[in-house]
């Protein structure tokens, strides 16, 4: 891969598994420095920060504002610097509006959107001071349109389309770009664990659900896979970008089309 990056710092919350991890995976290929965060088996972070050339591991819970806010000046003091902060760590629950736990609506607002918030507001003070920075929060189709009993989800991806569009204003001028990448289904255990579900409710085979029910948003009716979510957030990360602010760009096979 060209090392369109070498020199640069870049942190990417939720990257031990997914979508997250592919972005580090290719931003370590490009030549950045890559400090990974999120949950999993002691062997699975191992393996992917063998995967990011060794990249050093934020165990930080992104659901509480003060260990966001520690980890962006983690990064900052072991690369000396941070250009590219990735916002991707996320969570979801299904369930009808009257019956959603409220801890689970705390939880989704808070790792999927007020995390980015934080991330945000502790990262740009050094980009300012070093005069460059790439932004890029991982929203969702879902925070363009919505679907039913995603409520927390929804209205939390919403908020990051928000949130990215006010950023981009407020660094409108500097050499900063804001964006927001909203994929539709991608082959990650996030999505892949609605479809059992979805075949037990409506009686059908789990091919059957994942068809007709879950891609049935999706016109191109197949996965969209993480890597190719990577190569949108590395391009809009690198320097032939530097006009993109403020967009929601949509990955999703034509499902904000219909
Ligand atoms: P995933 O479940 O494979 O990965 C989620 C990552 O977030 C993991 O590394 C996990 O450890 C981390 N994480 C979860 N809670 C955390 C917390 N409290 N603190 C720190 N890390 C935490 O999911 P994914 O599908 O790769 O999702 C990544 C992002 O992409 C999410 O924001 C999700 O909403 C978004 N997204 C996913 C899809 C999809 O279809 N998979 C579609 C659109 C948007």
């Known amino acids: 891969m060209e090392q369109t990056l070498a020199g640069q710092a870049a942190l990417v919350t939720g990257s031990t ?15 950045a420095r890559v400090m990974l965060n999120g949950f999993g088996k002691p062997e699975d972070i191992a393996a992917a920060q063998a995967a990011c050339g060794g990249a050093p591991h934020s165990p930080a819970d992104m659901s509480r ?10 990064a900052e003091s072991a690369f000396g610097r941070l250009d590219i902060l990735v916002n991707n760590a996320g969570i979801q629950h299904v369930s009808p509006v009257e019956e959603f736990p409220a801890a689970k609506w705390d939880a989704i607002l808070a790792i999927n959107l007020s995390s980015n918030f934080h991330a945000i507001a502790a990262a740009l003070p050094g980009m300012r001071a070093r005069g460059h920075g790439r932004i890029v929060n991982i929203a969702s189709a879902h925070g363009l349109v919505a679907s039913p009993f995603k409520t927390a989800y929804v209205a939390a991806k919403h908020g990051v389309v928000g949130l990215t569009k006010s950023v981009a204003l407020e660094v409108a001028e500097a050499p900063i770009t804001c964006n927001a990448v909203c994929p539709g289904f991608v082959r990650t255990p996030l999505a892949e664990a609605q479809v059992p579900p979805l075949a037990g409710k409506h009686g ?14 999706q016109p191109s009716k197949r996965w969209i896979e993480p890597e190719e979510v990577a190569r949108m957030v590395l391009w809009l990360v690198g320097p032939d970008s530097g006009g993109v602010n403020g967009a929601a760009l949509s990955i999703d096979g034509g499902w904000l089309a219909a």
């Open 17 to 31: 598994s997914g979508i997250g991890l592919a972005i580090a995976r290719f931003l370590h290929q490009s030549g």
């Open 65 to 74: 504002p003060e260990e966001v806010r520690a980890m962006v000046a983690e």
């Open 204 to 217: 059908v085979s789990e091919e059957a659900a994942l068809k007709d029910f879950l891609l049935a948003k």
